[in-house]
């Protein structure tokens, strides 16, 4: 399964009163595990940063005015996140800016039921505590002291390692399968369960062992049962 960690920042918080996208940064995971592939990059938004977001991520106009406009990667983003499920903290907000970028586009729009929630996963596990990326950070024990302010690749790269701690770490399967992975070197593909160290009582009664010890004698010596 392809997963997209994803993370945006812009110029305020709402695309429709003219704020705009100023970066993109997104991380690939393959059964959730990262594989190496990122996406980033910034974008001129074609007006003025407001000084309350360049508090935030320290992206000004004399920075971003040589970037490519949203119109110019629009379509790279589009082809390098394909049809795979979108890890966002706080969806709702990244979804918006997205949508409306895309919209302004002519370019199809990303159904919002292919976005994950961290935000809303770690409020479900943890209702009442503190849900910011910075706080999931202390609580699984993750190092962001890079995070000084923030940046869309960066905040990525850390909201995968928390995605990861929030479904139960890097196994895929949440630790619910009893499948035992082969040893290295073996090239099978099929796998068989190890014997029980105790074997599990017999259910039959007397009698029905009686009958089946019957059965068993008129089929003769060839019989699979008596060869064990």
């Known amino acids: 399964m392809r997963e997209i960690v994803l993370d945006t920042e812009t110029t305020g918080f709402d695309?429709?009163?003219?704020?705009?996208?100023?970066?993109?940064g997104a991380v690939e995971l393959m059964g959730h595990m990262a594989t190496g592939k990122t996406y980033h990059q910034y974008i001129n938004p074609e007006r003025g940063m407001p000084d309350e977001a360049f508090?935030?991520?320290g992206l000004g106009d004399d920075f971003l005015r040589d970037k490519p406009k949203f119109a110019a990667v629009g379509q790279a983003f589009l082809d390098f996140i394909g049809d795979a499920k979108l890890v966002i903290h706080n969806a709702a907000f990244d979804m918006k800016f997205l949508n409306a970028e895309l919209k302004w586009m002519n370019l199809p729009?990303?159904?919002?039921?292919?976005?994950?929630?961290?935000?809303?996963?770690a409020r479900k596990r943890f209702p009442g505590s503190p849900a910011s990326l910075d706080a999931l950070c202390r609580r699984f024990g993750i190092n962001n002291d890079a995070r000084t302010l923030h940046g869309a690749l960066l905040d990525s790269e850390i909201l995968a390692e928390v995605y990861l701690e929030l479904i139960g770490g890097k196994q895929p399967d949440f630790g619910l399968s009893t499948r035992v992975e082969p040893a290295e070197g073996d090239t099978s593909t099929s796998w068989t369960p190890r014997p029980r160290p105790t074997p599990l009582p017999s259910r039959l009664t007397e009698k029905e062992n009686a009958a089946h010890a019957e059965f068993i004698s008129k089929l003769g010596g060839d019989a699979v049962w008596l060869k064990a």
């Not at 729009?109 to 996963?121: G, N, Q, S, V, W």
């Open 15 to 24: 695309p429709f009163s003219g704020d705009r996208i100023v970066e993109i």
């Open 55 to 57: 508090q935030v991520h």
């Open 109 to 121: 729009e990303i159904p919002y039921d292919r976005a994950i929630d961290t935000l809303e996963i």
